[in-house]
């Protein structure tokens, strides 16, 4: 059986995508400059509104991570485009005193153990009802984009 998270609690934990990188970006400027020249396929944009009520995205993400650089102002592109909610626990921190730990908690949040994050971003996508329906780790499938990835998991391909 399925893990279901109670995405109200989710919700209270962690920030938007847009107050995130507001509080990401002084100390990490590729993400401004990923979210000016993204160019979000608005094709797949258009496919992803339909969902907008039916699942919201929670990301892990870290101001030092290349990857994150990449991904994270593109779930807010597509947030802001579609209306899919997008929310983040950000601001992750390894443990490197601690070899039992992969992340120091705090300033990791806890769920960090919840969803086992092993690789950031980790970009978990859930159902209203608190389902995981898919996730893409680190970065989307070869030859694809973020949102065609993400069009992907909730179109169930």
């Known amino acids: 059986m399925k893990a279901v998270y109670n995405i109200e609690s989710l919700r209270n934990n962690s920030e938007t995508v847009s107050d995130y990188l507001s509080s990401a970006i002084e ?61 983040v626990f950000g601001h992750l921190m390894r443990d490197a005193k601690n070899p039992n730990e992969r992340w120091r908690i705090p300033p990791s949040p806890p769920e960090v153990k919840e969803f086992d994050v092993v690789k950031i971003p980790l970009i978990v996508v859930l159902d209203n009802e608190g389902r995981r329906i898919g996730e893409v780790i680190e970065n989307p499938p070869e030859r694809k984009t973020l949102e065609e990835a993400l069009l992907d998991i909730l179109e169930g391909d």
């Open 27 to 87: 100390s990490a400027p590729r993400l401004a400059k990923r979210l000016r020249e993204y160019n979000l396929d608005e094709t797949v944009a258009d496919k992803l509104k339909r969902y907008s009520e039916e699942a919201i995205i929670f990301a892990f993400s870290a101001e030092w991570c290349p990857d994150c650089y990449s991904n994270i102002p593109v779930l807010k592109l597509i947030s802001d485009v579609t209306g899919i909610e997008v929310r």
